[in-house]
């Protein structure tokens, strides 16, 4: 887990690192929301 | 320019930048350089300009007002960086990139531009003591923060989504909970439209129209069968009255034919007519014959006899004499007269046996006459006082039975009639009943139609269903929050780790430069600044004096330099102005930034009347 969240820490850092306020928020929320749809849709198909 | 200033130096190009509109590019060599211009020239633009590309300064700080672009142009260590500013609408201002320069970092006007709006003098200035914004800043604790924020942020979103994702999966399943009920009406009224094609009531009205159809037909039969009885009935009553009237025709015929009708003297006259005919028959006319024949027979005899020679001729054969008168001869003469008189006596005989048959003939016709009278008159009698009267009678039960059976057959055609308008009226009600429910149907089947195309809409909006979705969903949320967690840790890690690195670098700071009349100055552990003075006391920025606020607010920031800053950003800036207030302290700050800094620039007013910048390399 901390290995996966690792790589995603990094990048989401980058963008901070880069922008500021909403910018930074938004594009942090579009990383982070296609992190999660990934860790979703695998959960979901190793369930089914 | 020569190879070595491309490395040994940074130049800077500002356009429509603060307060420089026209382009202006400034060259700053390694150690030490001062931006010497009178007041109001643009020095702090410059810094402005420098601070916008090697760290974060609100876009709108910058570019010149009423400008709609500006740019900054960064030469470092061979290459060109360009931050480009334009303006959005009115207010907003929006920066664009083309590169990153090596030597960006978000914390440089924090804590390397000691400009008198810097936040950490500002804080001290207006006696803030909570550091824990600058915590944030100074380590990646505020890029944790942000990280923190937009994950949690997302959560709501995604709690929201699956909230309305279980208000749709409600829905579908109320759309299709409906569907079922309307399925089940619809098949309900289909039925009854099938049933609706005739009912019970009318079953049992056309059962009972075609029973009184048949009752009807047997009537109008049976009166038929009357009407012919009684047709019959009637033309033997009109035989009847006509042989009646022949009879009295012959009647009348037979009373004129014996008027007073004295049939007894009619019969006597006859009676003494034939009688005395008869008896002068047998007393004149039969005995002559007689008397005749036997003489004939004996002449006869006597020829025969005579002929076989058994008589003498001459002699009498009656007395047996000699007798003229029967000679030979004489006896046939004799026998000749004899033929004639025979032949008269018969004629007379016959006249009066002829008589006599036509009077009985007649005698019998008056008899018969008499047996007719009566036979007629019987006959007459009959007809007149039975058999015609009986056939009236006979005749008249007919015409009552007719009329009976014609009431019978009106009241079943009534009957018939009102049961088929009874039927019309189930029949005109039921359609009116089938209009109703067709209607009916249509309205649920269209209902149906939309929901159908409704729960086919909220299918198609989840892709993966909408149960699956909602799973997604909390999976979503449930990983959000690890991250939020996982996030707010190493926030709280960062800011712990920042504060102890800092705490260490103003400690070393301190030692360093060792200014009297402090002792330790930290962050604690509510990031609360505590500044102490020489013995021990306790004191707050609000106690400082104006130049002990300075003191220790750049000891902080070149505390913190030291310890973010010193291997990303090779420069820092101070304001003369900040540090006018103290020349020694300042000379001292000068000398220990220029041994560590690579490009410590200072700006410095000059007299208005030298007018332009310039960048020397002394004070």
């Known amino acids: 887990m901390m290995v996966e969240y690792k790589e995603l820490e990094l990048k989401l850092l980058e963008i901070a690192r880069l922008l500021n306020g909403k910018e930074a928020r938004d594009r942090i929320k579009e990383e982070v929301e296609k992190y999660v749809s990934e860790v979703a849709n695998r959960k979901l198909e190793a369930e089914s | 320019m ?39 020239t643009g020095k702090t633009s410059i810094i402005k300009g420098l601070e916008a590309i090697v760290g974060n300064v609100p876009p709108e700080d910058v570019l010149t007002d009423g400008e709609k672009e500006g740019k900054v142009i960064l ?20 920066s664009e990139r083309d590169t990153t320069p090596p030597i960006y970092d978000p914390r440089t006007s924090l804590i390397a531009i000691a400009l008198p709006e810097n936040k950490i003098l500002r804080k001290l200035n207006e006696g803030d003591i909570v550091f824990s914004d600058v915590l944030e800043e100074l380590s990646n604790a505020e890029k944790y923060l942000t990280i923190v924020e937009a994950v949690r942020e997302l959560i709501p979103e995604h709690k929201n989504r699956l909230r309305l994702l279980e208000l749709d999966a409600k829905e579908s399943e109320r759309i299709k909970a409906q569907i079922e009920v309307l399925k089940e009406r619809i098949q309900t009224i289909e039925r009854e439209l099938q049933e609706l094609v ?7 009205l056309s059962d009972r129209i075609a029973q009184l159809k048949n009752e009807l037909q047997k009537k109008k039969s049976e009166k038929k069968e009357l009407e012919k009885d009684l047709e019959e009935k ?31 003297s009619k019969d006597s006259w006859y009676k003494s007519q034939i009688e005395a005919l008869e008896e002068k028959r047998s007393k004149e006319t039969e005995p002559l014959l007689k008397k005749l024949y036997n003489e004939r027979e004996a002449i006869i005899e006597q020829i025969k006899k005579l002929e076989r020679g058994e008589l003498e001729r001459g002699k009498c054969p009656f007395c047996a004499e000699t007798c003229p008168k029967y000679s030979d001869n004489l006896m046939q003469i004799r026998l000749n007269e004899l033929e004639e008189e025979i032949q008269d006596a018969k004629a007379k005989d016959d006249e009066i046996t002829k008589k006599i048959r036509e009077l009985k003939a007649e005698r019998d016709d008056v008899k018969r006459d008499r047996e007719r009278l009566r036979g007629l008159k019987n006959r007459e009698r009959r007809l007149v006082e039975e058999e015609i009267p009986e056939l009236k009678r006979e005749i008249s039960k007919v015409e009552k039975e007719i009329e009976n059976k014609e009431r019978e057959v009106e009241k079943k055609q009534d009957e018939i009639s009102e049961l088929e ?16 429910k067709e209607r009916t149907l249509d309205q649920l089947r269209d209902e149906l139609s939309d929901l159908e195309g409704q729960s086919k809409d909220l299918d198609k909006k ?36 920042a504060k102890k690195v800092f705490n260490e670098s103003i400690r070393r700071v301190f030692e360093r430069l060792g200014f009297g009349g402090f002792s330790k100055i930290e962050i604690n ?38 310890a973010y800053l010193k291997d990303r950003v090779p420069i820092f800036v101070l304001d003369e102005v900040t540090l006018s207030y103290d020349p020694t302290r300042f000379k001292e700050i000068v000398n220990y930034l220029a041994e560590r800094v690579p490009y410590l620039i200072i700006t410095t007013v000059v007299p208005a009347e030298e007018r332009e910048i310039r960048v020397e390399d002394t004070l």
Request: hydrophobic content about 30%; charged content about 40%.
């Open chain 2, 525 to 562: 552990k509510e990031d609360a600044l505590e500044i102490y003075r020489e013995g021990g006391t306790k004191t707050t920025p609000r106690k400082l004096s104006t130049s002990e606020r300075i003191t220790v607010g750049l000891i902080l920031m070149i505390s913190a330099y030291e």
């Open chain 2, 75 to 94: 030469s470092y260590d061979g290459q060109e960086y360009t931050i480009k500013l334009y303006r959005v609408g009115i207010e907003s201002v929006k």
């Open chain 2, 2 to 40: 020569s190879a070595k200033s491309q490395t040994e130096s940074l130049k800077l190009r500002v356009e429509n930048i603060g307060g420089i509109r026209t382009p202006l590019e400034v060259e700053f060599r390694k150690g030490l350089s001062v931006i010497k211009a009178p007041n109001a």
């Open chain 2, 421 to 436: 308008k009874k039927l019309e009226i189930e029949k005109v009600e039921m359609q009116k009943e089938r209009e109703r």
């Open chain 2, 234 to 264: 009637k033309s033997l009553l009109r035989e009847k009255e006509a042989e009646l009237k022949k009879v009295r025709g012959e009647i009348t015929d037979l009373e004129q034919k014996y008027p007073g009708l004295d049939f007894d």
């Open chain 2, 198 to 204: 005739e009912s019970p009531e009318q079953k049992e």
């Open chain 2, 462 to 497: 989840y892709e993966k269903g909408v149960e699956k979705t909602k799973r997604y969903e909390l999976v979503v949320i449930e990983e959000l929050t690890k991250l939020a967690e996982y996030f707010e840790e190493r926030y709280t890690t960062e800011k712990t780790g």
